[in-house]
T-cell receptor
């Protein structure tokens, strides 16, 4: 099956720093990628939809200036958490949609801890 | 509005028991997809099944089976002869094909199978 990778798998940073998370589709092209956030013992909530070559679409309540998304190629989307704070500590999961299909594949997730 | 309800927050069973995880969805769209994912403690989502709205056939895969009933807007998941390795959080999700293809997740059901 199609493989999606995320890097890093976990990161610990100090409050106020920025963290970049990469989401790559390894063996297929993905014009659309999605970023989800999951707080402990909660469900996955969609943060934003990332479209290759255009601006991301953010869900209500998600600050676009804090969570910067770049989807510069058909295989890579990045999420940058700027000026991270402890409340941003969460599990971030991306998924990549197979172009021309409704199928999408999830990455393994990135666990962010902000001290 | 689209919504997925997993009323069971936690279920605990003894190994070899059968267990059914409930999922009820709401949508006004006629074309949609339903999913089940397993999330073990590692956090990575494991895809279990995808079903489109036009296919109401029940499905069996080994010890897993799914019952899709459009009349009651339900897509229930049964594990037969449960095993300790089945312990995980299980998410039901809904995808609307004309609303961007992001998944709308239920809150999840935590299943604990004890020896």
């Amino acid at each position: 099956g199609a493989v999606v990778s995320q890097h890093p798998s976990w990161v610990i940073c100090k409050s106020g720093t920025s963290v970049k998370i990469e989401c790559r589709s390894l063996d297929f092209q993905a014009t659309t990628m999605f970023w989800y956030r999951q707080f402990p013992k909660q469900s996955l909530m969609l943060m934003a939809t990332s479209n290759e070559g255009s601006k991301a679409t953010y869900e209500q309540g998600v600050e676009k200036d804090k969570f910067l998304i770049n989807h510069a190629s058909l295989t890579l989307s990045t999420l940058t958490v700027t000026s991270a704070h402890p409340e941003d500590s969460s599990f971030y999961i991306c998924s990549a949609k197979l172009s021309g299909s409704s199928e999408q594949f999830f990455g393994p997730g990135t666990r962010l801890t902000v001290l | 509005a689209q919504k997925v309800t997993q009323a069971q927050t936690e279920i605990s069973v003894v190994e070899k028991e059968d267990v059914t995880l409930d999922c009820v969805y709401e949508t006004r769209d006629t074309t949609y997809y339903l999913f089940w994912y397993k999330q073990p403690p590692s956090g990575e989502l494991v895809f279990l099944i995808r079903r489109n709205s036009f296919d109401e056939q029940n499905e069996i895969s080994g010890r897993y089976s799914w019952n899709f009933q459009k009349s009651t807007s339900s897509f229930n998941f049964t594990i037969t002869a449960s095993q300790v390795v089945d312990s995980a959080v299980y998410f039901c999700a809904l995808l609307i094909s004309n609303s961007g293809y992001a998944l709308n997740f239920g809150k999840g059901t935590s299943l604990l199978v004890t020896p």
